[in-house]
């Protein structure tokens, strides 16, 4: 990434946890903007999202995001226009990086507790 799609990626995932927190109505699980990935024709932004509930909620939560995607654009739009010609599209994806690093953990665990 240069350094222009970090800057605009920081911008849109610090925008994005505002919106998540304040203006999207808060049922459901607990979801957190944890990365944002920008193409470098800053068209197209990934987001990932972490999502604390169960497995049908987090399915829910990402079905969700995904079809309201115009209107978090349209909120977003709202907050940076003046800093972007163009907003991009938003894609919406669920960050399972704690899941995976808390299975590590209990293997790294139990390899040590049967070596000892």
Do not use: C, W
């Amino acid at each position: 990434m240069t350094i222009r799609t970090e800057k605009v990626a920081s911008l849109l995932q610090k925008e994005l946890s505002a919106i998540f927190e304040k203006e999207l109505p808060r049922s459901g699980p607990l979801m957190t903007v944890v990365q944002v990935k920008v193409t470098t024709d800053l068209g197209i932004a990934r987001v990932y999202v972490s999502i604390i509930g169960s497995e049908k909620e987090r399915k829910t939560a990402i079905a969700h995001l995904q079809n309201e995607t115009r209107y978090i654009r349209k909120l977003l739009s709202a907050k940076i226009r003046h800093q972007f010609r163009r907003i991009p599209e938003l894609e919406f994806y669920e960050d399972r990086l704690y899941e995976k690093a808390e299975r590590i953990d209990l293997l790294i665990k139990q390899a040590l507790g049967t070596s000892k």
